[in-house]
């Protein structure tokens, strides 16, 4: 072998070994790969496979229902279908919204931003029907899933939905019942982790874990749908013939402080709030005070009568006007000198006489029974934005406030505390704290009646009595509300036209609030209905425009609760002397 062989052979072989070394050190760094891959990260890797092939999906709770005083659906919920989607999965956006939109009616233009993009999930739409989902699903679209999800449905469209209120896009409450009872209605969401296939939907099997939701508390009210839907169609129908700007109604129980209907208008379809007028999905009977006007005159002989200062037949002169310090005061409308009884004074809504009967009793006196009739304080329904009007402390008066409070001008009440004031002379001088709950519906389907509500004596049952016989007159020919009156039924109760303070001058301005509260039957009540309405163009008068809705709902609320028509006379006290 010469050199030159030898060199080329050592070359070779030095090749060969550099090659082998490379070989096993490549395979040495596999294999150490291969270790850590199969023994150290195991543990690491499998979570994350685990973490790439599950979906955690939250189940939503079930909201508690709210029904009618005999169960009669009010707010319900229903199942729906939330859209969802892969962006990265969808092949053609275009096509894909356009299927989506012929089952939706969704237009794709809207549907096309949401299909478009590099994210893994997205809503694409939300609270579409079980149906509309079958039919979306059978077309397979790459990269378009559903989760399923609830719909809150008022079946009633306007029926109470200012008091019942509805909830947002979240799910959560934002007026009326449903927002001051969120926590109660909501219940708990749960949420499942599912293994989904490589196409990206649930495998029928793969649920790794469940947390079950829980239901919400269903809500029963103490309101008659049949009665809220009579009360709603009759202010409607007052109002428009009014040219009014709005109205409200409070029909009430006296024997239990339920309220059987609370009505306002205009309203508006709880299905689709944001369509309303801005202002309407308020419930102004519980949420807007304003001064009571002569319906207030009745506190005020409540109050005289209670202690045994006059009686029905007590008389008085009534001049043309009346002057105390700092105004000078004058009836609705111009006369000579009366001859009036208290009971007159009622019949003819006299300011003069009014303010002569507070007299009797002073401020001091007066003023206790004001607070104990509950002005100034809530109600205690726990509705959320209730006011609880206005009533300055005694040692605030000026020296126009006393006789002005005297026929119901200066303080502030709102529509159910002014039907809770006559509520409490038709149960007997007893106040029962006005309430809109019957009771719940637990998770479990049980039934929890609402707490009693607190009663507190304000008159006796004499005074009471004697007042609504006294009031009876206000419907007869000789009152202010002959069209209140009820075929078969003697009636009691109390009109009002109060003035209506301009906020930007701070004085009365020429817009009145016309309203009748009545109570029926007067020997035996079963109900009390307070009619307002605000800022009437056609009539001011609240015999003439809030009487007749009064009688409306009053009658069908006596004839659905079978009360037979009334038995003897009013005593017919004299009204002049």
């Known amino acids: 072998m010469n050199p030159n062989q030898k060199i080329i052979l050592n070359t ?4 060969i070994r550099v090659a082998l070394s490379l070989s096993i050190a490549i395979l040495m760094i596999f294999g150490l790969r291969l270790f850590q891959l199969q023994a150290l990260d195991a543990p690491q890797l499998a979570a994350t496979a685990a973490e790439n092939r599950t979906r955690t999906l939250i189940l939503p709770a079930q909201r508690g229902e709210i029904t009618d005083r005999n169960g009669a659906p009010l707010a319900i919920t229903v199942d729906a279908r939330n859209i969802t989607v892969d962006q990265t999965m969808v092949i053609d956006p275009v096509g894909t919204a356009q299927s989506i939109a012929s089952i939706t009616g969704v237009e794709k233009e809207i549907l096309i931003p949401e299909l478009t993009g590099d994210k893994k999930f997205n809503y694409v739409l939300k609270q579409i029907s079980p149906d509309q989902w079958i039919q979306i699903r059978d077309l397979k679209l790459p990269g378009i899933f559903s989760e399923k999800t609830t719909k809150r449905i008022y079946p009633g469209n306007t029926i109470a939905s200012s008091t019942i209120g ?7 409450g934002l007026a009326g019942l449903e927002y001051g009872f969120e926590n109660e209605l909501a219940g708990s969401q749960g949420e ?17 874990s469940e947390k079950k939701p829980v239901p919400g508390t269903g809500i029963r009210l103490t309101i008659d749908r049949d009665l809220q839907f009579v009360a709603e169609q009759a202010l409607a129908e007052r109002v428009e013939f009014a040219q009014a700007k709005s109205g409200t109604l409070v029909a009430i129980s006296p024997k239990t402080g339920k309220i059987l209907a609370l009505a306002n208008y205009p309203t508006f379809d709880a299905n689709n709030p944001s369509d309303a007028e801005e202002g309407v999905t308020v419930n102004h009977a519980l949420v807007d005070a304003y001064e009571p006007g002569s319906t207030a005159k009745v506190m005020t002989l409540a109050a005289l009568l209670n202690e045994n200062l006059a009686s029905p037949e007590t008389p008085f002169t009534i001049p043309p006007v009346l002057k105390r310090p700092g105004k000078t005061f004058h009836d609705h409308e111009p006369h000579g000198t009366l001859r009036l009884t208290l009971t007159g004074v009622l019949a003819k809504s006299s300011n003069i006489g009014t303010i002569q009967a507070a007299e009797i009793m002073g401020p001091q006196k007066f003023n206790e029974y004001l607070l104990k009739f509950g002005v100034g304080q809530k109600t205690g329904m726990q509705f959320p934005g209730e006011s609880k009007g206005r009533l300055p402390k005694i040692e605030k008066w000026s020296q126009t406030s006393f006789p002005t409070f005297a026929f119901g001008q200066g303080y502030m009440v709102n529509a159910v505390q002014i039907a809770s004031m006559y509520a409490t002379i038709a149960n007997n001088g007893t106040r029962i704290n006005p309430t809109l709950i019957e009771g719940f519906v637990m998770p479990n389907g049980e039934y929890q009646p609402a707490a009693e509500p607190e009663r507190t004596e304000v008159i006796s049952e004499n005074a009471a009595k004697t007042l609504i016989e006294m009031m009876e007159t206000v419907v007869s020919d000789e009152g202010t509300a002959p069209l209140a009156s009820i075929p078969g039924y003697r009636v009691a109760g109390k009109t009002g036209t109060a003035q209506v303070v301009d906020p930007a001058c701070k004085c009365y301005s020429r817009d009145v609030i016309a309203s009748f509260i009545g109570i029926a039957p007067a020997e035996n009540p079963e109900i009390v209905v307070a009619v307002a309405i605000h800022h009437p163009k056609n009539g001011r008068y609240g015999g003439l425009l809030a009487g007749p809705v009064f009688k409306q709902v009053a009658q069908y609320s006596l004839q659905k609760m079978n009360v037979p028509p009334s038995v003897g006379k009013p005593k017919g006290y004299s009204v002049e002397w």
Not at 12 to 15: K, Q, T, V
Not at 166 to 172: H, S
């Open 12 to 15: 070779g072989n030095r090749r």
């Open 192 to 208: 499942v982790t599912v293994e989904i296939s490589a196409g990206g939907r649930p495998l029928p099997s793969g649920i790794a």
């Open 166 to 172: 509805f909830i947002g896009g979240e799910g959560k």
